[in-house]
């Protein structure tokens, strides 16, 4: 059994979909059911790391964990969590971590997560540590103006960052969680490219066929967007990130190609497959720009 936590999201739904493919048995670990079905072998986990408990049962014995620490950071303590994995006699843990644990050692954003992978090193089973930097899929965010407005808001708009496909975050996973030779690897995942939020805006243009009107924020703008949905250590981690990247920050890994031996993808290729989501809903209609 292959418990995956964070099922649901922008990585988990892709890994599970990966393993049910691969004929593997799942827990598909979730706070909420998923809206569609399951496929075959999948079975859903009501819970999350902030009810260790609860996760106990489901992690007994598993022969591989995904494990997805929440934006937060704070739903468990390291301490607890090395316990919980201990007990449970896992087998071997995929960690999503990030990359800015590496190249941002003394930010506060990161702590907790730079906790979690410590502790995790210090397991007594294989473990394989992933850091991707920038998500593709942070572009979904655009969607509501996009589908609205047919404009796209971002700040710093001409800092290019090799974001990664969450695709290919899952499938490095995979081959991490079923395949020897992973362990104690710590992998740096990027996209194939550094690319703007502007030009992001110029390739979703061109998938949709019609223009956008491109808004480039202010930090101060951007950052009172983002702390309603994250918080505010994490918020101002980003923003430093987006506004002044590091070498390797910008830097573009080869970690995908070596896991995966293909390219990692390029961003309009994660647009290709999710271009539907920018659209607006049958029988409304775009105002002119």
Do not use: C
């Not at 292959?2 to 827990?27: C, I, P, Q, S």
């Not at 489901?58 to 969590?81: E, R, T, Y």
């Not at 960690?95 to 410590?118: I, Q």
């Not at 961003?267 to 920018?278: G, Q």
């Amino acid at each position: 059994m292959l418990v995956v936590l964070g099922a649901t999201g922008n990585v988990g739904r892709e890994l599970v979909a990966r393993l049910a493919e691969a004929g593997e048995e799942v827990a598909a670990v979730a706070r909420k059911a998923p809206e569609a079905p399951l496929p075959r072998r999948v079975r859903h986990v009501q819970g999350d790391l902030s009810s260790p408990a609860s996760l106990a049962p489901h992690l007994k014995n598993a022969s591989g964990v995904f494990l997805l620490i929440p934006g937060g950071g704070a739903d468990i303590s390291p301490q607890v969590l090395r316990e919980l994995l201990e007990t449970a006699r896992v087998s071997r843990v995929v960690l999503l971590s990030s990359l800015a644990v590496d190249t941002r050692p003394l930010a506060t954003s990161h702590a907790h997560l730079r906790a979690v992978e410590e502790g995790v090193r210090s397991l007594a089973v294989p473990w394989t540590l992933l850091r991707p930097g920038g998500f593709a899929s942070n572009a979904l965010a655009w969607v509501p103006s996009v589908r609205a407005e047919r404009a796209i808001a971002a700040p710093f708009a001409d800092v290019a960052l090799p974001v990664v496909d969450p695709a290919d975050i899952a499938a490095v996973a995979d081959r991490a969680l079923r395949e020897e030779g992973h362990a104690g690897k710590v992998y740096t995942l990027t996209g194939p490219v550094a690319i703007s939020p502007r030009q992001q805006a110029t390739v979703i243009s061109k998938a949709l066929g019609t223009p956008l009107r491109f808004v480039e924020w202010s930090r101060e703008e951007a950052r009172s967007m983002m702390l309603r949905f994250m918080p505010e250590p994490v918020a101002d981690g980003t923003l430093d990130i987006l506004e002044a990247p590091t070498e390797a920050e910008r830097r573009v890994s080869p970690d995908v190609e070596q896991v995966l031996g293909r390219p990692a993808s390029l961003f309009s290729a994660w647009v290709e497959r999710h271009v539907a989501a920018f659209r607006p809903p049958m029988g409304v209609s775009n105002p002119e720009i």
